[in-house]
């Protein structure tokens, strides 16, 4: 029963769109595997100011991640499917990494006047992937409490991102994202914004006369054609955070607050 996307309000009936509608069916899989092994204690030593003594921990780590997407024959071609936002294409890619850390806790006064609780901590790991290659990150941080109901609390650290599977191995695809605003449309007079826009037009074979004079989005949606890549590299990030805690035991016994910057 043909349907006549021109018809009237109400003129659509069941067995038209019976004609055009089709269950559809797509798949997602992600899996995470993990073995560890740690050993953790003190050393039996502790600072001349501290009662406490020095903990360790030591350990390895085998990660395995995978994942896939597919999905049947309307699914997986651009266009059957109404208000989809495209194609959902079939993949699978799986990686793994091989790991060893250490962590080091050392109390360097204890119980003293202004100084309840004055630490360090700190940490080492290194990462091999098999898809990336072998990484270090670290951290070193510190407590302060000069009092039991006031703490204190900073860290910096080096840390490291791998791909994601969809990352890696998504394969290209044009599909739906959302903008209402076209950074190159209009007077533009921002200069990094000019490069980006020049960048973008010379893939196109246009120059960047043409900035100013691109429309606007139609109903905030464009198209986005974008793939994953198995020659991405780590992300890598130095981060410093500094924060503290409140926690009154005698006049607001249970209340704890807490502040962060990073």
Same mark, same amino acid.
């Given at each position: 029963?043909?349907?006549?996307?021109?018809?009237?309000?109400?003129?659509?009936?069941?067995?038209?769109?019976?004609?055009?509608?089709?269950?559809?069916?797509?798949?997602?899989?992600?899996?995470?595997?993990?073995?560890?092994?740690?050993?953790?204690?003190?050393?039996?030593?502790?600072?001349?100011?501290?009662?406490?003594?020095?903990?360790?921990?030591?350990?390895?780590?085998?990660?395995?991640?995978?994942?896939?997407?597919?999905?049947?024959?309307?699914?997986?071609?651009?266009?059957?499917?109404?208000?989809?936002?495209?194609?959902?294409?079939?993949?699978?890619?799986?990686?793994?990494?091989?790991?060893?850390?250490?962590?080091?806790?050392?109390?360097?006064?204890?119980?003293?006047?202004?100084?309840?609780?004055?630490?360090?901590?700190?940490?080492?790991?290194?990462?091999?992937?098999?898809?990336?290659?072998?990484?270090? !990150?670290?951290? =070193? $941080?510190? +407590?302060?409490? #000069?009092?039991?109901? &006031?703490?204190?609390?900073? @860290?910096?650290?080096?840390?490291?991102?791998?791909?994601?599977?969809?990352?890696?191995?998504?394969?290209?695809?044009?599909?739906?994202?959302?903008?209402?605003?076209?950074?190159?449309?209009?007077?533009?007079?921002?200069?990094?914004?000019?490069?980006?826009?020049?960048?973008?037009?010379?893939?196109?074979?246009?120059?960047?006369?043409?900035?100013?004079?691109?429309?606007?989005?139609?109903?905030?949606?464009?198209?986005?054609?974008?793939?994953?890549?198995?020659?991405?590299?780590?992300?890598?990030?130095? !981060?410093?955070? =500094? $924060?503290? +805690?409140?926690? #009154?035991?005698?006049? &607001?016994?249970?209340?704890? @607050?807490?502040?962060?910057?990073?």
């Amino acid at each position: 029963v043909p349907l006549n996307l021109f018809g009237g309000d109400g003129s659509i009936t069941p067995q038209m769109l019976a004609f055009i509608g089709v269950p559809t069916t797509q798949f997602t899989t992600s899996t995470f595997s993990s073995a560890q092994a740690l050993i953790n204690g003190d050393l039996g030593v502790s600072s001349p100011f501290s009662d406490r003594p020095i903990g360790v921990a030591v350990g390895v780590e085998y990660r395995h991640y995978g994942g896939s997407q597919f999905g049947d024959l309307p699914t997986s071609t651009p266009g059957a499917i109404l208000g989809a936002g495209g194609a959902f294409l079939a993949f699978d890619g799986s990686f793994y990494s091989k790991e060893g850390f250490a962590e080091i806790n050392i109390p360097l006064v204890t119980d003293a006047p202004f100084a309840h609780d004055l630490s360090f901590d700190g940490g080492i790991r290194y990462a091999d992937y098999n898809n990336t290659g072998g990484n270090w !990150t670290f951290k =070193a $941080g510190g +407590v302060y409490a #000069p009092v039991p109901d &006031l703490k204190f609390r900073g @860290a910096w650290t080096r840390a490291v991102r791998s791909p994601s599977i969809s990352e890696l191995f998504s394969p290209e695809n044009t599909v739906l994202s959302n903008r209402a605003n076209e950074p190159c449309a209009g007077n533009v007079t921002n200069p990094t914004t000019i490069a980006l826009c020049t960048a973008q037009l010379q893939r196109v074979g246009l120059s960047a006369a043409n900035i100013g004079g691109i429309p606007q989005p139609i109903a905030g949606q464009i198209n986005v054609t974008g793939a994953g890549s198995p020659l991405l590299q780590p992300e890598i990030a130095t !981060t410093l955070t =500094a $924060g503290a +805690v409140f926690q #009154p035991r005698n006049f &607001l016994s249970g209340f704890t @607050a807490t502040v962060d910057w990073y």
